[in-house]
C-alpha cells in the first residue's frame, strides 16, 4: 500500500542553524500539507501546497518557512534559522483530491539545542 | 471561530469492552468533513474512520463507529471489542474549508486498553 515517506526521522540542530525536512507524497495525490505537534500538544496545521504555490498558511508559517516541490516526487520544508520553541514533531499529509482523507508520513522529530 | 474539542484527556477500557470518545466542534459552515485519527506510540497517524457531514448516515469501519449528532455538533468515536492494539492517542480532526481545507485537530484523549 502506497504510503507518505519522511526523512530523516530525528533530526538535532543549533538554534539559528537553517533545517530541510523532507517528505515524499503518494505518488498520485495533488494536495500536500505540513503540520506540527509540539510534545504534549495538539497537531497545528502549518501550511498547504497545491498545483505548485502555497493554497494556505497558519499564522505559525511567518517567514522563517518555506516550502518547495523541487521535483515530482519530493515536498520539503524548510526553516531558515530555527529557534528553540521550533522544537516539535513535524508530520508531511497528502491528499488524492479534496476534501478526503489526507495520509500522513511518520514524521521528522526536530530538537533545537 | 472554527474549533475542535475533545473533553477526555484520557480514558481506559478493558479488553473486549466498548468504550466511546467524545467529540464537539464548531462551525458555521453547512458543509465540512469529521476524522478520527489514532496515533500509537510510534507516533504515526493513521485516520481511523470520516464522516461527511451532508451524510445522515453514521460511518462504520470494521469495530470502529461514530455517531454524528449536527445539531448538536458531536461526533463521538466508538470502539467496540477493544483490543490492545487501540491503545494510542486519538484526535478527533475536522475539515471546514472545503476541498483545500487544512485538518483542525482537537487535543486528544489518551486511550489505554487493559488486559
Known amino acids: 500500500e502506497p504510503e507518505v515517506t519522511q526523512t530523516p526521522s530525528h533530526q538535532v540542530t543549533q538554534m539559528g542553524q537553517e533545517v530541510i525536512l523532507r517528505c515524499v507524497p503518494i505518488?498520485?495525490?495533488?494536495?500536500f500539507y505540513w503540520y506540527r505537534q509540539i510534545l504534549g500538544q495538539k497537531v497545528e496545521f502549518l501550511v498547504s501546497?497545491?498545483?505548485?504555490?502555497?493554497?494556505?498558511k497558519s499564522e505559525i508559517f511567518d517567514d522563517q518557512f518555506s516550502v518547495e516541490r523541487p521535483d515530482g516526487s519530493n515536498f520539503t520544508l524548510k526553516i531558515r534559522s530555527t529557534k528553540l520553541e521550533d522544537s516539535a514533531m513535524y508530520f508531511c499529509?497528502?491528499?488524492?483530491?479534496?476534501?478526503?482523507?489526507?495520509?500522513f508520513g511518520p514524521g521528522t522529530r526536530l530538537t533545537v539545542t | 471561530a472554527q474549533t475542535v474539542t475533545q473533553s477526555q484527556p484520557e480514558m481506559s477500557v478493558q479488553e473486549a469492552e466498548t468504550v466511546t470518545l467524545s467529540c464537539t466542534y464548531d462551525?458555521?459552515?453547512?458543509?465540512?468533513?469529521l476524522f478520527w485519527y489514532k496515533q500509537p506510540p510510534s507516533r504515526q497517524m493513521i485516520l481511523v474512520i470520516r464522516?461527511?457531514?451532508?451524510?445522515?448516515q453514521n460511518a462504520t469501519e470494521n469495530r470502529f463507529s461514530v455517531n454524528f449528532q449536527k445539531a448538536a455538533k458531536s461526533f463521538s468515536l466508538k470502539i467496540s471489542d477493544s483490543q490492545l492494539g487501540d491503545t494510542a492517542m486519538y484526535f478527533c480532526?475536522?475539515?471546514?474549508?472545503?476541498?483545500?481545507?487544512?485538518?483542525?485537530f482537537g487535543k486528544g484523549t489518551k486511550l489505554s486498553v487493559k488486559p
Open positions: 499529509a497528502s491528499m488524492l483530491e479534496g476534501p478526503y482523507e489526507q495520509y
Open positions: 505518488s498520485n495525490h495533488l494536495y
Open positions: 501546497f497545491y498545483n505548485n504555490e502555497i493554497s494556505e
Open positions: 462551525t458555521s459552515e453547512s458543509n465540512y468533513y
Open positions: 464522516q461527511e457531514a451532508y451524510k445522515q
Open positions: 480532526a475536522a475539515n471546514y474549508g472545503g476541498s483545500q481545507g487544512n485538518l483542525i
